[in-house]
């Protein structure tokens, strides 16, 4: 059984889809510290030609309490007008901006004010639109593996979900240690997303930003076609870049 795991983000790039996709379970990590100007409460999208911020307020955001002990600020209409409105200049020209203004508004209308919650919410919204089946449960589901640290974190999981493989994104080939995994009788690897090239506008071409701009630009065959367009690194490299600001 292969297992993945990531932390929660809000309307994270490609790869992180094709994790969820690549396993047999995938956990998003809700009992973990949150981390401020991080993937957890913000992304990437294109305006202008250039990548921007857009995300979500918190309340009290610290970095000593865990993501299921933070909820997201108030939401009022104003608020949410005044997203809307970067989304429309943003993207109102792209192809499917349909399609992603209402993706969007389907995450918005939920009641769940804990952040891991809409966090939660938000991922599952999108892998139904990507047609991804994967069971998705939380980290904070297992009692007492918090207790843990790092990569011992992963073995107990592995352990008791019956898991041989377990796949990470790129970013974290630095944290893991083949050989240690091994000894678990775990099989470790790293997703890499190959280079995914799309038209956007009339500007040159601007990677990595939040599956929301994948959406703008591409239709939902074409997107989920996508998925499929990455490597599984099972050994050490001599070198390897990280996908530019997505973990």
Partial sequence: MILAANQPYFLPYIGYWQLIRAADVFLIGDDYQYKTRSWISRNRILQKGKPVWFGIEIEKASCSRLCTELHLAPVNCANWKKKRNILYDAYHKAP??????????????????????FL????RTVCRYLQIGTPIA???????????????????????????TYINPIGGMALYDFAKFRQ????????????????????SF?????????????????????LDRYNLITGPQVSDK???GQP
């Fill in 138 to 164: 939380r980290t904070s589901d297992f009692e007492g593996n918090g207790a843990y640290r790092r990569q011992e974190r992963i073995y107990d999981l592995c352990r008791r979900l019956g898991a041989d």
């Fill in 242 to 244: 990280t996908e530019e």
């Fill in 120 to 123: 939660l919410h938000s991922i």
């Fill in 184 to 203: 678990q009788g775990i099989t470790l690897k790293f997703l890499r997303a190959d280079e995914i090239v799309y038209k956007q506008f009339d500007d």
């Fill in 96 to 117: 499917y901006y349909r399609d992603g203004i209402r993706l969007v508004e389907e995450i918005r209308d939920c009641d769940e004010t804990v952040l891991s919650e």
């Fill in 206 to 226: 601007i990677p990595n930003l939040s599956i929301l701009d994948l959406i703008m630009f591409n239709s939902r065959e074409e997107v989920i076609s996508m």
